[in-house]
RNA sequence: GCCGGGGUGGCCGAGCGGCCCAAGGCGCGGGACUGGAGAUCCCGUCCCCGUCAAGGGGGCGUGGGUUCAAAUCCCACCCCCGGCGCCA
């Protein structure tokens, strides 16, 4: 068919030369593939040639008298073995040639930046003003700013000490690192910032939709990297299933192998799901409260688009999470991922950045990819365009809320001097209804 | 989890060891006919290799097996439907 990346292999392989050096990967795997295609096709025409003499001599053999069945029995048996023996070689080409294929990373956008080490995105717009203390200011261009006296308590403190409805200790004890548990105003807002995100993205057409938590393993290679795979996935014992990291890998795989005629796309969905990460690669990083965790609440835009839109639909879907966060007064910047720090799946990736006062720094809240064709080629979407042509569909993702990572940032960006939480005006109206919830500030809890 | 029924091309559906390199219908695309539409008639309509050729190969839920030969027989698994059980 039309896998993008599979055609620029085979006629511009200096191009994905060009992609695989942006993504600082090693080049070699262009000639690698090119000679593991070689060989699969060389072995394919052998053995459909052996197979068809030996189809003749089958044929042949059904409408022969019997004397001469006999020396055609012998016959096939003969070039049966021999189609065994190719038949091997040409399956360990074909899964040869499928491995390095599918350890392709995705073709990039003309506009993704190449960057100098030590240099992983660069920002493209930003919208607020930032709290900093006076260092972390002068470090800031092109920013709106004010300047405080000290930095604010940074969120973990503020779950866990200040405010008291949150014990990750606890949690360690009996389930691990990175494990937490939430109690009451933040449990509120974690479900009052899924449906404001569901309720506003609904009314921009998406379909909300809750996937599986879980996929076989033939489901989720598809959707997903190897190094999300390896760093990121549970394994359930002893069954073929793995949980999911985000929402998008269920949504992706709604649509496996599917035809689709032009007049179905574009599908947006909105999902909510829990996701399950195992953070292998993270070291110790953000080990205290609750930014990194295990599993964490998330609302995630999904798009299958006609391949022409779908650089269109990249641009749109970022800009709805930007309203979400811009709405809920969250200072931000959108970034663009540098190419060696995109993801194999992704043509081009916007993170969406929230300011940390108390980190003095931005951090990612969200992640708006155009993974093009990469995923539907592996998944088998596919749409029948008029005059019979068929091509793979195009996908995007896009963090509609991280909900819970949101309740960080939202403990860090409208705490008061006493302690006090404002709650973001847009996000009221979806508590009013909730009897024990807050309605516009959340205090901090009288006893532990 | 147990017992029973079932999974055939986009859909419906025949076939149940060689006459099937899967009948027929619907839908869809192209053409003929028409002033145009309909009706009718022809051709095409799963995937792969090949120059979108000639030609060839594979494919009947998935993976194994029996056989010179499997949609058809055997085994395992997956999924769907019905009944029982269990459960928020």
């Not at 005059?387 to 991280?402: D, I, P, Q, S, Y």
Request: charged residues 30%.
């Amino acid at each position: 068919m039309s896998y993008s990346v599979l055609e620029a292999l085979r006629s511009n392989p200096d191009h994905v030369r060009k992609v695989l050096t942006a993504r600082r990967l090693d080049v070699s795997l262009v000639d690698k593939f090119l000679e593991v295609d070689a060989r699969w096709r060389q072995l394919r025409r052998e053995v459909d040639e052996l197979r068809h003499t030996y189809n003749q001599l089958s044929r042949e053999g059904a409408k022969a008298q019997p004397e001469r069945r006999r020396e055609i029995v012998e016959k096939a048996r003969e070039l049966a073995a021999r189609l065994e023996r190719v038949e091997k070689e040409l399956e360990e080409a074909e899964r040869l040639r499928e491995e390095v294929l599918w350890s392709m990373p995705n073709l990039i956008h003309e506009s993704v930046p190449i960057c100098p080490e030590g240099v992983d995105s660069v920002p493209v717009r930003s919208w607020g003003v930032v709290k900093a203390a006076g260092d972390v200011a002068a470090s800031l261009k092109g920013v709106e700013y004010v300047v405080v006296e000290k930095p604010p308590v940074g969120h973990a403190d503020m779950a866990e000490v200040v405010l008291k409805m949150a014990d990750t200790l606890k949690a360690g004890e009996v389930a691990g690192s990175r494990f937490y548990y939430l109690f009451d105003d933040l449990v509120w807002l974690d479900f009052a910032l899924a449906i404001y995100a569901l309720d506003r993205l609904t009314q921009r057409g998406f379909r909300p939709v809750i996937p599986p938590y879980m996929l076989k393993f033939d489901v989720i290679r598809r959707v997903l990297d190897f190094d999300t795979f390896k760093d990121a996935i549970y394994k359930i014992e002893g069954e073929d299933l793995y949980l999911i990291a985000t929402a998008e890998h269920g949504i992706a795989a709604y649509l496996y192998r599917r035809d689709l005629v032009e007049e179905e796309l574009p599908q947006l969905y909105v999902g909510w799901s829990p996701c399950f990460r195992k953070e292998a690669g993270a070291g110790n990083r953000d080990l205290k409260g609750i930014f990194r965790v295990h599993i964490f609440h998330k609302v995630e835009q999904f798009v299958y688009s006609l391949p022409e839109e779908s650089w269109r639909w990249h641009e749109e879907i970022t800009k709805n999470t930007e309203e979400l966060i811009r709405d809920l007064g969250l200072p931000y910047r959108v970034v663009n991922i540098c190419a060696h720090d995109l993801g194999a799946p992704a043509a081009k990736k916007y993170d969406i950045e929230i300011w940390y006062p108390a980190q003095g720094m931005y951090r990612e809240l969200a992640s708006c990819s155009n993974v093009t064709d990469w995923q539907a080629y592996r998944l088998g979407i596919r749409v029948t365009r008029k005059g019979m042509k068929r091509e793979f569909v195009h996908t995007l993702n896009c963090t509609g809320l991280a909900t819970t990572r949101t309740i960080t940032a939202i403990l860090e960006n409208f705490q008061r001097e006493d302690g006090v939480v404002e709650i973001p005006k847009a996000l009221r109206p979806y508590l009013e209804p909730l009897k024990a919830a807050p309605k516009d500030y959340i205090y901090p809890r009288k006893r532990g």
